[in-house]
């Protein structure tokens, strides 16, 4: 039976396939949707974990325990997971362990584009990457095989349109793999540095055989078709290769790390010219080059942002066709991609003889953008608007909220990673003393404050941080699509859980000064930030509502009263999308408000009135 | 060599976060399974979702590889707002047919007043497309008893520009739509094919 699966479901159906009994994540776009699908499973445990690394070592010890294991992450996670990974890599397995990176090249919701291949490459473990959600299906099964043959952690390394992209998946059935006994092996799994030491050996040993195998391996296959031209490719970038040079020959690898290095040479030697088109980072192409074979790629391909086969058919693709013109798909090379540099140096349209076709439509300039917003009804808008108003600096953090840093609310001063605000703000006090903290705020969802904030909050109270933390307490991790979390009180397969108390948890990581705030509420909002910013010890203020899209029930709309409308504009400053102004007058969109009230709040003229009450 | 694109059949939904560009694409890539070739569709998630422009990309054909189109070589252009309809006007091949709803969702710039909506968008494409299907979805998924059914309006009007089969569209629709909300959104999807 054939299902049209994105990447990150066939992976679920992969693992479970494969007999996966444990999997552990912490949400990250792209990878959020594994753990909900192997959530539905009823052979898999899957749980949402606090953050990464606690997903990869509960992920550690299932395979330890005998169980096949599986750990899902963003490419940052990776980061965060990064510390258990290493020595990982030293112990190896027992039942067979599959780390997935969903890396996000593009930045579609990410804060940096890292190349995460090159953590296969520091903790010498194999990297898989797949090409489509069949191969998705077909790479999760041959991750655990490899596992458990090589005593390996195996990277099977998404992007966000494999992770996203839908295509057609045959599905088979699940493969019952028992339980490996559990034994107890120090010198395996204890890594003190004398058995480090041991295992280090072991790491390498393991390396040259998975060179080996690489050099026979299915994952990696040759396409001969024109040898004028060869092209050495992996993962999304290959379908990009395929539809902009259909006629070159293609060697594509399955395993990019450890790479088969008699196969490349082969490969390059047999083709005229030899060119590598990777996404991101030149990470096959340093490779080759450090055995002395001569190919073309990153003066070329780009290494920021996503790929495309009209980049790859006006970057490759043009030097091809001046002197196989056949080998190229003609529509490709035809378009000018906006904002692209294009060979030469020119930026594409800026050539000497436009397209005429991109003189025609292309998207004008001038069009007005339309950025991702928060939603009406959104409980962080309050406190951005708050502190706009009080112009302090806001040490932020990831989640729905980054978007406080955008027009209008503009309140936003840094975004480095999850849980990074209250670091920032104590490093900026102690960088510039405690009077200035008076003006620094640390702002945190509740998700990210449980992820890595909490450690933040014990620095600043340790060390004598004054700094206010405001927990934006949606009761959920909303950015990602609404997953549970320690403070939901639902585990990932919607069973209740205990709740943790996050009032509790400020007092015992040493606040004494902790308020709850309803984040509808501008004034109350705005008086607790400025008792708590003044206050010369370390301060925590829950601004508490639940994320506007859980909301069952639809409230009252709002309505202006164009009579009583001083034209001030008040309203448009709170950036909600269903405010606007014409006519002299602000309108609601009756569809668009969610009832939140905030701009009864900023109007000064009362013209704002639940709808059907402004007249009166 | 065989040009691989002119057997792949290429369609663009792009419209803004909650318009349902998400649920159109998975009918319409449902519906194109019938076929019998391969079936490729790519979105957008996360942070680009909230209320930002989206876009659901759609390809279908005997051997199709690339997940998302190429600017100028998108079949059909299937826009849910007009100002969306120019943004990713680009991407419509020549000769391409472009269908847009003709609602009008001003962006947050637009709202706050650093930008203004641009005057006769379809006057302007109108000039810039011969094959060009101007409809009022919104209208019409009111008539149909529910306005969040825009997205099925405009596959219906879609649906029937293409070789997919009336059978297969229902049975993707069935498949795709919570069963109690069926009927309205089959008779959205009429409504539009009837455009």
Request: contains cysteine; glycine residues 10%; hydrophobic residues 45%.
């Amino acid at each position: 039976m054939r299902e049209l699966l994105i990447g990150n479901h066939a992976l679920a159906r992969g693992a479970w396939e494969a007999g996966v009994r444990v999997a552990a994540a912490y949400p990250g776009t792209p990878s959020t949707e594994i753990i909900e699908a192997l959530a539905r499973y009823p052979e898999v445990y899957a749980e949402w974990a606090p953050n990464e690394k606690v997903a990869l070592e509960v992920a550690i010890g299932a395979s330890i325990g005998g169980a096949r294991s599986l750990a899902a992450m963003k490419h940052v996670g990776v980061n965060v997971a990064a510390d258990p990974l290493m020595t990982l890599a030293y112990t190896g397995v027992n039942a067979g362990l599959v780390l997935v990176s969903a890396d996000d090249p593009g930045l579609f919701s990410s804060q940096n584009e890292q190349d995460n291949r090159f953590y296969a490459r520091m903790a010498q473990i194999p990297c898989l990457e797949p090409a489509d959600s069949q191969e998705v299906k077909d790479m999760v099964m041959q991750a655990f095989n490899l596992s458990e043959e090589f005593d390996t952690p195996v990277i099977l390394r998404l992007t966000t349109r494999i992770a996203h992209s839908y295509s057609l998946v045959e599905l088979g059935d699940r493969q019952e793999v028992p339980l490996k006994s559990y034994v107890k092996q120090p010198a395996k799994y204890v890594m003190l540095p004398a058995f480090g030491k041991a295992r280090h050996v072991v790491v390498e040993e393991r390396c040259l055989k998975l060179a080996a195998y690489a050099e026979t391996a299915p994952l990696n296959r040759v396409e001969w078709a024109d040898r004028r031209v060869g092209i050495i490719t992996a993962g999304i970038a290959y379908q990009y290769v395929k539809e902009a040079l259909p006629g070159v020959s293609v060697l594509k690898l399955g395993l990019t790390y450890p790479l088969p290095e008699k196969l490349i040479c082969d490969f390059v030697k047999a083709v005229k010219t030899c060119y590598v088109v990777e996404e991101l980072e030149p990470f096959l192409e340093d490779q080759i080059r450090a055995w002395g074979l001569g190919v073309i790629g990153k003066e070329l391909v780009p290494r920021e942002d996503e790929l495309s086969s009209a980049i790859v058919a006006r970057t490759v693709g043009s030097q091809v066709a001046a002197v196989a013109p056949e080998l190229v798909a003609p529509d490709l090379t035809a378009v000018a991609l906006p904002g692209m540099r294009a060979p030469g140096g020119q930026r594409a349209g800026e050539g000497p003889v436009p397209d005429a076709r991109e003189t025609t439509t292309a998207a004008p300039a001038e069009l007005p953008g339309r950025p991702p917003l928060m939603c009406p009804g959104c409980p962080h808008r309050g406190v951005f608007y708050v502190l706009k108003k009080l112009r302090l600096v806001v040490a932020g953090d990831i989640g729905c909220y980054t978007l406080g840093a955008t027009p209008p609310l503009q309140a936003m001063d840094s975004c480095i990673c999850m849980g990074a605000s209250l670091g920032v703000a104590m490093g900026l006090e102690k960088a510039r003393g405690a009077d200035f903290a008076r003006r620094v705020v640390g702002v945190i969802g509740d998700s990210t404050f449980l992820h890595s904030g909490m450690t933040g909050l014990l620095d600043m109270v340790y060390n004598g941080g004054t700094g206010t933390l405001i927990i934006l307490d949606n009761s959920t991790t909303a950015m990602t699509g609404h997953q549970d979390h320690p403070g939901t009180g639902y585990t990932a397969s919607h069973q209740p859980a205990p709740k943790v108390d996050l009032e509790q948890i400020a007092r015992a990581l040493g606040v004494h000064r902790v308020q709850v705030v309803d984040s509808y509420n501008l004034e109350t909002l705005e008086r607790a930030i400025q008792e708590e910013t003044a206050a010369r010890e370390p301060s925590v203020i829950i601004a508490r509502r639940p994320c506007a899209l859980l909301k069952k029930e639809k409230e009252a709309v709002y309505a202006v009263s164009p009579a009583n409308c001083l034209s001030c504009r008040y309203c448009l400053d709170l950036g909600c999308p269903a405010i606007s102004f014409s006519d002299g007058h602000g309108v609601i969109d009756p569809v668009l408000c969610n009832g939140c009230g905030l701009c009864t709040q900023v109007c000064p003229g009362e013209a704002i009135r639940k709808a059907g009450e402004e007249d009166e | 060599m065989k040009k691989m694109s002119n057997d792949v059949l290429n369609v663009l939904l792009v419209g803004v976060g909650g318009q349902g560009t998400i649920l159109a694409g998975r009918v319409l890539s449902r519906a194109a399974i019938s076929l019998g070739g391969e079936v490729k569709v790519s979105d957008i998630h996360g942070m680009a979702q909230r209320g930002g422009s989206v876009v659901t990309q759609v390809r279908f054909g005997p051997r199709v590889y690339a997940p998302v189109i190429a600017p100028g070589t998108a079949d059909f252009l299937v826009a849910f707002e007009k100002l969306e309809a120019r943004r990713w006007l680009p991407y419509l091949k020549a000769g391409g047919c472009l269908i847009v709803n003709d609602q009008e969702m001003p962006p947050l710039p637009v709202l706050t007043g650093a930008a203004t909506y641009p005057a006769d968008l379809v006057a302007v494409m109108g000039k810039l497309v011969q094959n060009l299907v101007v409809l009022d979805a919104l209208d019409l998924a009111r008539r149909a008893g529910n306005v969040k059914t825009v997205n099925m309006v405009l596959m219906g009007a879609l649906a029937r520009r293409l070789s997919i089969s009336r059978e297969a569209w229902e049975e993707a629709l069935a498949a795709s739509v919570p069963e109690r909300f069926l009927e309205v959104n089959k008779k959205a999807f009429n409504l539009g094919w009837e455009q």
